[in-house]
């Protein structure tokens, strides 16, 4: 019987593992630095601009917008050690004034001064997020997406860079 308990508990340990990874929806892929260049480039990011990466991994892509065009960035992913990884990026790169990484499921975030917003999840996970979009973001807020679209919303831009699709949207006007 206690063998049976034992078994029992070390299984539901493991189910409660998996179900974590899996809630986490996509697992970690850096984007590379080609394609960070391109997704803000194409953005038009400017010194005025808060940008806002969902699923922010090491925080490469704000990172980059606060370094290259003096911009606000804001990074945010479920994930505690990237996160902690972010953080230290920053750290390392200069710009912990202008930085900031929050732990947070992205689908239950306030984006809302965000005027760019970079994302790199998969093309389900970009339509789930659509609607949060429209609501949340102000008419103008750019989108860029690596690789995946967002369905029947067709993007304004798209660009291909070192073998990787990079996709711009627009918040209309309401």
């Given at each position: ?42 953005a038009n990011v400017t010194e005025s601009d ?39 990026n920053a750290t390392q790169a200069g710009v ?79």
């Amino acid at each position: 019987m206690m063998k049976t308990h034992k078994i029992f508990f070390l299984l539901m340990g493991f189910c409660f593992a998996w179900v974590e990874v899996m809630a986490q929806d996509v697992q970690y892929v850096p984007t590379r630095q080609e394609v960070v260049e391109a997704m803000l480039d194409l953005a038009n990011v400017t010194e005025s601009d808060i940008v806002y990466d969902l699923g922010c991994g090491d925080g490469r892509i704000v990172i980059a917008a606060a370094r290259k065009y003096g911009a606000q960035g804001t990074g945010i992913d479920i994930d505690p050690k990237r996160i902690e990884e972010s953080n230290a990026n920053a750290t390392q790169a200069g710009v912990t004034d202008k930085v900031k990484f929050v732990e947070a499921n992205l689908f239950e975030s306030d984006i809302s001064e965000a005027t760019v917003v970079t994302l790199y999840l998969l093309g389900s996970l970009n339509q789930r997020l659509r609607p949060i979009l429209m609501e949340q973001l102000k008419p103008g807020t750019r989108i860029v997406s690596h690789a995946f679209d967002m369905g029947d919303w067709k993007p304004e831009k798209q660009i291909e860079v070192d073998g990787a699709r990079v996709y711009m949207w627009t918040i209309p006007e309401k």
